[in-house]
């Protein structure tokens, strides 16, 4: 059993950028069989260092119009997951992009992605140009991880981040997509993950950041927008945001992401018009039925403000995406932003 040291933090839940593997590759481990979380899985890397991806058993030789296709030769075989769950994937994978592309207005065009499925665990990891990318699916280790539904996942995560780039008018920042990118890129995969009934899985409870922004100091991450996209209380609150503007505001995902902006506080403004401060009636709110900041669970309630449903991302249970409008003689309570505007609010386990 190897024990590096980020075994010391929860890898299951750390930044997706971050990959045990990666930690494997520069100690250089050649192979090991590795039991994290009661799940054993494999790592392992050619004798030059470099991982062998083929396209052995691949629908088309893994080539689609906007994808190329390869897997860990390690991942092939009597037992193994490949190529059968690549080929599902293949399957979709068109469709998959149109969802995106249209979630972006339809006229950004992204090609040239290599997307390869390697033996590593946690996510996935992408560079590259809106004509030539790389795209690494490290979905290994989970109870999911045969599931091809986790990989497409996986690609929306990534792909809409390259769509950020193209698109070239705020989500993307710098060198990646930083904060407000990364809570984009998990609304939008989650999203993904609810219109095509994957909310089951496993995978929404896994990747949820929700709780880690409102068991802190709930700092204002939508005036400000650091160029971070871990797995933390920062992207807790971008990703609750984009929710709040969705579930809550009832934009719409194309509306969102083509209101692009410097600050989660200008996309408001670009949708709404209004120059208030967006961040203090979206703190009150989720304070009002949150209040705790060390202890706050949210284990599938669906809040409601002026009849509008808003169904929070959550790690527990539950799950983001579009939920019906509930009515009934629940109890009400009141929440007024400094502006003097109150909102009324429905809770329903």
């Excluded at 390869?70 to 991942?75: G, K, V």
């Excluded at 280790?141 to 390259?162: D, H, K």
């Excluded at 929710?243 to 809550?248: D, V, W």
């Excluded at 539950?318 to 009515?327: K, N, R």
Aim: proline letters at 5%.
């Amino acid at each position: 059993m190897i024990r590096p040291a980020l075994a010391a933090h929860n890898i299951r839940n750390v930044t997706k950028h971050i990959q045990l593997g990666d930690y494997l590759e520069n100690a250089r481990v050649k192979s090991a069989t590795i039991v994290f979380l009661n799940r054993p899985f494999r790592y392992g890397r050619s004798k030059e260092g470099a991982m062998a991806y083929i396209t052995t058993g691949l629908t088309n030789g893994g080539v689609t119009t906007h994808y190329k296709f390869s897997y860990d030769q390690a991942l092939g075989g009597p037992g193994g997951p490949e190529p059968a769950r690549t080929n599902a994937v293949i399957a979709a994978c068109e469709g998959d992009y149109n969802l995106m592309s249209g979630w972006f207005g339809g006229g950004l065009v992204v090609t040239g992605m290599s997307v390869q499925v390697t033996t590593q665990s946690n996510g996935a990891s992408w560079s590259g140009t809106s004509t030539s990318s790389t795209i690494q699916l490290k979905a290994q280790g989970a109870s999911y991880s045969n599931n091809p539904a986790y990989l497409r996942y996986l690609i929306i995560a990534e792909v809409t981040e390259i769509f950020m780039m193209t698109q070239g008018t705020g989500w993307f920042q710098g060198g990646d997509e930083g904060s407000k990118g990364e809570g984009l890129s998990r609304f939008l995969s989650s999203q993904f993950l609810a219109l095509n009934g994957f909310l089951g899985v496993g995978i929404d409870a896994d990747y949820a950041v929700a709780d880690l922004w409102l068991n802190s100091s709930r700092q204002d991450f939508v005036n400000n927008a650091p160029n971070d996209n871990g797995y933390d209380a920062t992207n807790g609150c971008t990703t609750l945001f984009i929710y709040y503007l969705f579930s809550q505001l009832g934009f719409s995902i194309k509306q969102i992401v083509g209101a692009a902006a410097a600050t989660l506080a200008g996309v408001y403004k670009n949708l709404s018009g209004d120059s208030n401060d967006p961040f203090p009636l979206f703190k009150e709110i989720l304070g009002v039925w949150f209040p705790s900041q060390t202890s706050s669970a949210v284990h599938g309630p669906i809040l409601t403000i002026h009849g509008r449903c808003w169904r929070l991302p959550i790690r527990a249970s539950g799950a983001p995406g579009i939920v019906p409008i509930i009515s009934g003689s629940t109890p009400t309570r009141q929440a007024s932003s400094p502006s003097g505007r109150r909102s009324r609010l429905r809770i329903f386990d």
